[in-house]
C-alpha cells in the first residue's frame, strides 16, 4: 500500500480549524473506515514525514503536532491498529509516548450494568456535568456503573450506554491525553450506534449525545465525527428510532465546518471505482470556505485507495 495521501485530498485531510467540526458519512457499501484511518495518518505522522501540502483555503495548521483520541463504537483496536500499520502509523507506539489513545465503545459496553456478583449496582446521586444535567431534567434515572474507565497505556473502555457514564468515561479520556501536554484532536467513528443500540423510548436520546459531544469539543481542537447515513435512515422516518437518527445527523452537519460523504455508484458497480465522495461546506460557515469537489474513489484488495476526478 502506498503511505502517501490520495493527492486529492491532501487539502481535506489537514489539521481543521481550532474548534472545527468534520462530519463524515457513510453507507453500507460505502464505508468510511479508509478515510478515517487517513485522517489518523495526517494528524500522527511527523510533519516533516509528509508531503508538501498546498495550504487549502485555510483549512488547518498543517505543522501543528497533537495527540488524537478514537472513539469506536462498530470496530476494536485491532482493526484500527492493522489499519494504521499499513500506512506506517504505529499507534501502540504513538500511545506510549502519549500521541493517540483509543476508546473501546465496542467490546464491553452493555456489560456494565452488572456487577462481579450479578447485582446490578445501586442508582448513583444525579450528577452534574457532561449528560448528567440534561438528563436529570428529562427525570431519566443516571447511573455511574463501575467498571469503566482506563486500562492504561491510553486505552480506555465504555461498559456502560447511560449518556452519564459514556461523558465520564470520553473526558477522561480527553482529559488524561490532553495533560501530556499536546492539544487533542477527537475522531469518533459510528455515534450513532449508540443511539440505535441504547435510544427508545425512555432511552438515549440524540439531544444527549450531542450535549455531550459538544462538552467535549469545548476542550479538544477539533472532532471529526463519522455516521451512517443509509437512505432507510435518512428519508423513511417511520419509527421514532429512525426520527431520532435523522434529526441527529442533520444537526451535526449544521454544525459542521465540512461534510464529507460515500456513496456507490448511480449507475451500480464497476471493477475500478468503489464509491463517489462529496465534499461540501457544513452549516459553519465561520471558518475558512470549503472547496466543495466530488471525487470518486477505488479501494484496492491491498487496502489501497486512489482518489480522482470523473473521466481520468
Not at 419509527?239 to 444537526?251: A, C, D, P
Not at 460523504?261 to 465534499?279: E, F, N, P, Q
Request: proline share 4%.
Amino acid at each position: 500500500m502506498s503511505r502517501t495521501l490520495p493527492h486529492h485530498l491532501e487539502p481535506y485531510l489537514a489539521l481543521p480549524d481550532e474548534a472545527a467540526l468534520v462530519v463524515l458519512t457513510g453507507i453500507l457499501g460505502a464505508s468510511t473506515n479508509w478515510l478515517v484511518l487517513r485522517y489518523l495518518y495526517s494528524f500522527l505522522k511527523a510533519p516533516a514525514t509528509l508531503p508538501a501540502r498546498q495550504q487549502p483555503t485555510g483549512l488547518g495548521e498543517k505543522d501543528k503536532e497533537v495527540s488524537v483520541l478514537l472513539v469506536s463504537f462498530l470496530r476494536d483496536f485491532n482493526f484500527w491498529k492493522e489499519g494504521a500499520g499499513r500506512l506506517g502509523v504505529d499507534l501502540e507506539g504513538l500511545s506510549r509516548r502519549g500521541r493517540f489513545g483509543f476508546v473501546d465503545g465496542l467490546g464491553r459496553l452493555f456489560l456494565g450494568g452488572v456487577n462481579g456478583e450479578g447485582a446490578a449496582p445501586a442508582p448513583a446521586p444525579v450528577q452534574r456535568g457532561v449528560g448528567g444535567g440534561l438528563l436529570a431534567q428529562r427525570g431519566l434515572p443516571v447511573r455511574a456503573a463501575p467498571g469503566g474507565g482506563s486500562a492504561g497505556g491510553g486505552r480506555w473502555t465504555i461498559t456502560n450506554p447511560a449518556v452519564i457514564e459514556v461523558g465520564r468515561v470520553l473526558r477522561m479520556a480527553v482529559d488524561e491525553l490532553a495533560a501530556k501536554g499536546r492539544e487533542v484532536v477527537l475522531v469518533v467513528d459510528q455515534l450513532d450506534f449508540l443511539l440505535a443500540a441504547a435510544g427508545g423510548e425512555g432511552g438515549i436520546v440524540g439531544v444527549e449525545l450531542r450535549e455531550v459531544l459538544l462538552e467535549l469539543r469545548e476542550n479538544t481542537h477539533a472532532a471529526v465525527i463519522t455516521l451512517s447515513a443509509d437512505e432507510p435512515l435518512i428519508n423513511a422516518q417511520t419509527t421514532g428510532l429512525e426520527k431520532e437518527h435523522v434529526s441527529f445527523v442533520m444537526s451535526l452537519a449544521h454544525e459542521a465546518q465540512t461534510v464529507v460523504s460515500l456513496r456507490l455508484l448511480d449507475t451500480g458497480t464497476a471493477k475500478d471505482v468503489s464509491g463517489v465522495m462529496r465534499i461540501t461546506s457544513g452549516g459553519d460557515d465561520s471558518g475558512a470556505l470549503v472547496e466543495e469537489r466530488e471525487l470518486l474513489y477505488h479501494v484496492g484488495g491491498d487496502a489501497g485507495v486512489r482518489v480522482f476526478e470523473r473521466g481520468q
